[in-house]
């Protein structure tokens, strides 16, 4: 689907600071060799997340989806310098790919690759947890939620990718497939938890971005 006329997302685009070009070779790879590439950050998403993670400035980042790591170097762009990242993939078989860039990359080091169900992983994970980045399977983002929100730190912050679905949110005939649901039942569980903030941000394929009180 595409999110915004070519035009238009080519005007947004030359407008927007360029990726680095670890990030440029990487998305390129990406969509010469792996499944669904449209799962990838990208150019724009990917400097929204990059700039918000040098606003948070966290010390203590996890990401639940990594696919090709893309969005896990964005967000090591802001770590602090004795920071770390945790990112979560139950598919091992892109490990590769990760070592020829997501490893390879400026803060690689600060970087820790769990392999595994989510649920399983985060319940051992240590609190103080700054900002968390949610992408993977529709259906459990409510869970995700459910596991990290007592382990993120007061002010700190929980961002969700894919709350529009490509649109599927506002469409009666998809309201019943799985992953439609499981946003739909996202959004609307954060949207009364007064635990949180949130806005919806409507960049690419939508952005929940949550604060903790």
Known sequence: MDFLPEDLEAYIQAHCQEEPQLLTELNRETWLKVLVPRMLSGHVQGRVLSMLSK?????????????????????????????????IDKNEELTPILKKYMFESERGKQIEFKVGMASDIIPDLEDG???????????????????????????????????????NVVNESRKEDKGTKGIIEFNAKVQADDRVENVLFPVRDGIMVLRKK
């Open 55 to 87: 606003m948070i400035q966290p010390s203590y980042v996890l990401e639940i989806g990594t696919y090709t790591g893309y969005s896990a170097i964005c967000f090591a762009e802001g770590l602090q310098e004795d920071g770390k990242i945790i990112t």
């Open 129 to 167: 947890i700054d900002l968390v980045f949610i992408d993977a399977d529709k259906a459990n983002y409510s869970l995700y939620f459910d596991l990290v929100i007592d382990k993120v730190v007061p002010g700190g912050y929980i961002l969700a990718d894919n709350v529009l679905w490509s649109g």
